[in-house]
T-cell receptor, first 111, second 111 residues
Framework: LAKTTQPISMDSYEGQEVNITCSHN???????ITWYQQFPSQGPRFIIQ???TKVTNEVASLFIPADRKSSTLSLPRVSLSDTAVYYC????????????FGGGTRLMVKP | DTAVSQTPKYLVTQMGNDKSIKCEQN?????MYWYKQDSKKFLKIMFS???????INETVPNRFSPKSPDKAHLNLHINSLELGDSAVYFC??????????FGAGTRLSVL
């Protein structure tokens, strides 16, 4: 499984755009990049998944450069409720196998 | 209508006891998982269960045993509880491997 590296923590203010970058230098051809969000006392929640280029949904955007060795999760205009831990995962998209969550990035949004 | 539900939410017990945590998913997914999140917030996969095929993380002690009466349920039974078993246990399910739906967690405290 490809190893991921992301900042331990980030601070932001309400209304700002937040970009969290994840490095995955040894990503394999069949690996997908998936981001999860975890609020305190809750289970992780799927945010977005991509393979290459850009993916956007109602929650976030995911930017993946051509070499796929990194990815950036972009949260537009964050609010206090976006304070959470964000996990980047890189793995093949096969059912039944096991995912490895890293330490994640703890995002603190301030008023 | 909760997609992945776990019971109980909190579990306090003495060392040496045997306990079970129940998990049910109503998403029709084929694969279910159990994760352990320790005090440092690292989320570690314990088991993956897909169509009666069990994949075990080799670091999990054999005191932990998953039991699946049907595709919608994956219970976790723990024998001879130890202090180090104190953690939050999450159940999850998926159809596509990297898009997993998590329960709210069971906080286990072993005294």
């Amino acid at each position: 499984l490809a190893k991921t590296t992301q900042p331990i923590s980030m601070d932001s203010y309400e209304g700002q755009e937040v970009n969290i970058t994840c490095s995955h230098n040894n990503i394999a051809t069949n690996d997908y990049i998936t981001w999860y969000q975890q609020f305190p006392s809750q289970g992780p929640r799927f945010i977005i998944q991509g393979y290459k280029t850009k993916v956007t949904n109602e929650v976030a955007s995911l930017f993946i450069p051509a070499d796929r060795k990194s990815s950036t999760l972009s949260l537009p205009r964050v609010s206090l409720s976006d304070t959470a831990v964000y996990y980047c995962l890189v793995a093949p998209n096969n059912a039944g196998n096991m995912l490895t969550f890293g330490g994640g990035t703890r995002l603190m949004v301030k008023p | 209508d909760t997609a992945v539900s776990q019971t109980p939410k909190y579990l306090v017990t003495q060392m040496g006891n045997d306990k079970s945590i129940k998990c049910e998913q109503n998403l029709g997914h084929d694969t279910m998982y159990w994760y352990k999140q320790d005090s440092k917030k690292f989320l570690k996969i314990m088991f993956s269960y897909n169509n009666k095929e069990l994949i075990i993380n080799e670091t999990v002690p054999n005191r932990f045993s998953p039991k699946s009466p049907d595709k919608a349920h994956l219970n976790l039974h723990i024998n001879s509880l130890e202090l180090g078993d104190s953690a939050v246990y999450f159940c999850a399910s998926s159809q596509e491997r990297n898009i997993q739906y998590f329960g709210a967690g069971t906080r286990l405290s072993v005294l």
